[in-house]
């Protein structure tokens, strides 16, 4: 009985028996059975669909989420705590890229009212404009048959002898005396307007006796103040005539002043009756 009992435990020896993978061991190699993993799988194929783009939007944001919970380590899943942190995280970049859009919205809302703003600023300055030429227009038109005053020398003898010249003797008082002079100056007619109060005054030139008599034309002139010393002291002059017409040049109202001269409207420093 014992001589049995040991020829069966020879043949079951543990020692003896070598596991099934033997058989097909190599010198040099790895067993060909199941291995335990080792650390994070590598995802078989790129992700493609991620953006090449210089800021993350919300789609590239989810996809790399749901890769990286694909490939996580089975061994060592991804704590609770930074999973919430993740969502909290896509949370925050979907909040962002909705306060974007609405910003950009505003944005372009914003230019939109300013060009909108800006074309009727336009055509009001437009309208404004020809409203002030109407305006002036009919002003211009309001002048015909008075006589029109602006800077200058110039006055206006009519047929029957009739002319009106303006002047400012500013301070000084006296004497006055108008002289109707040619091109070169030199004194062709003249006449005493006797007392002279200052400031703008005008005289009637059928008023006066003209030596030599004065006929119809245009004239230059000067006008001048005898001072208490008896010196004649040169006043400041303006052109004076009656308005005979109105033309437009360019949309601007054009006055005509005795048969020749031409006045803009805007150049005119009264108008007296």
Same mark, same amino acid.
């Given at each position: 009985?014992?001589?049995?009992?040991?020829?069966?435990?020879?043949?079951?020896?543990?020692?003896? +028996?070598?596991?099934?993978? =033997?058989?097909?061991?190599?010198?040099?190699? =790895?067993? &060909? @059975? =199941?291995?335990?993993?080792?650390?994070?799988?590598?995802?078989?194929?790129?992700?493609?669909?991620?953006?090449?783009?210089?800021?993350?939007?919300?789609?590239?944001?989810?996809?790399?989420?749901?890769?990286?919970?694909?490939?996580?380590?089975?061994?060592?899943?991804?704590?609770?705590?930074?999973?919430? =942190?993740?969502?909290?995280?896509?949370?925050?970049?979907?909040?962002?890229?909705?306060?974007?859009?609405?910003?950009?919205?505003?944005?372009?809302?914003?230019?939109?009212?300013?060009?909108?703003?800006?074309?009727?600023? &336009?055509?009001?300055?437009?309208?404004?404009?020809?409203?002030?030429?109407? +305006?002036?227009?009919?002003?211009?038109?309001?002048?015909?048959?008075?006589?029109?005053?602006?800077?200058?020398?110039?006055?206006?003898?009519?047929?029957?002898?009739?002319?009106?010249?303006?002047?400012?003797?500013?301070?000084?008082?006296?004497? @006055?005396?108008?002289?109707?002079?040619?091109?070169?100056?030199?004194?062709?007619?003249?006449?005493?307007?006797?007392?002279?109060?200052?400031?703008?005054?005008?005289?009637?030139?059928?008023?006066?006796?003209?030596?030599?008599?004065?006929?119809?034309?245009?004239?230059?002139?000067?006008?001048?103040?005898?001072?208490?010393?008896?010196?004649?002291?040169?006043?400041?002059?303006?052109?004076?005539?009656?308005?005979?017409?109105?033309?437009?040049?360019?949309?601007?109202?054009?006055?005509?002043?005795?048969?020749?001269?031409?006045?803009?409207?805007?150049?005119?420093?009264?108008?007296?009756?």
């Amino acid at each position: 009985m014992i001589t049995a009992t040991r020829n069966v435990a020879s043949v079951f020896d543990p020692n003896t +028996i070598k596991p099934s993978y =033997a058989t097909t061991e190599t010198k040099g190699a =790895a067993p &060909t @059975g =199941a291995t335990p993993p080792v650390g994070t799988a590598e995802p078989s194929t790129k992700l493609s669909g991620l953006s090449k783009t210089s800021a993350m939007g919300q789609d590239e944001f989810l996809k790399m989420l749901v890769a990286q919970l694909k490939n996580q380590d089975p061994l060592n899943p991804m704590d609770g705590k930074d999973m919430a =942190a993740q969502l909290a995280q896509f949370s925050t970049v979907e909040q962002l890229i909705t306060m974007n859009k609405s910003m950009e919205a505003q944005a372009a809302s914003a230019g939109a009212t300013a060009e909108a703003i800006k074309g009727l600023e &336009t055509a009001q300055n437009e309208r404004a404009d020809e409203l002030a030429q109407l +305006i002036e227009g009919q002003m211009a038109m309001g002048t015909v048959g008075k006589i029109g005053v602006t800077l200058g020398n110039t006055t206006f003898v009519d047929k029957a002898g009739n002319g009106t010249v303006v002047v400012d003797s500013g301070t000084q008082k006296g004497a @006055g005396r108008i002289s109707m002079v040619d091109d070169k100056g030199r004194t062709i007619s003249s006449a005493n307007v006797g007392d002279v109060k200052g400031g703008q005054m005008a005289f009637e030139l059928g008023d006066y006796s003209w030596t030599p008599p004065l006929t119809p034309g245009k004239y230059t002139y000067k006008f001048e103040v005898a001072t208490d010393g008896g010196q004649w002291q040169a006043a400041k002059t303006y052109t004076a005539g009656r308005i005979t017409g109105m033309r437009y040049e360019s949309g601007n109202p054009i006055l005509i002043i005795g048969d020749s001269l031409s006045v803009p409207m805007s150049q005119l420093t009264q108008v007296r009756a």
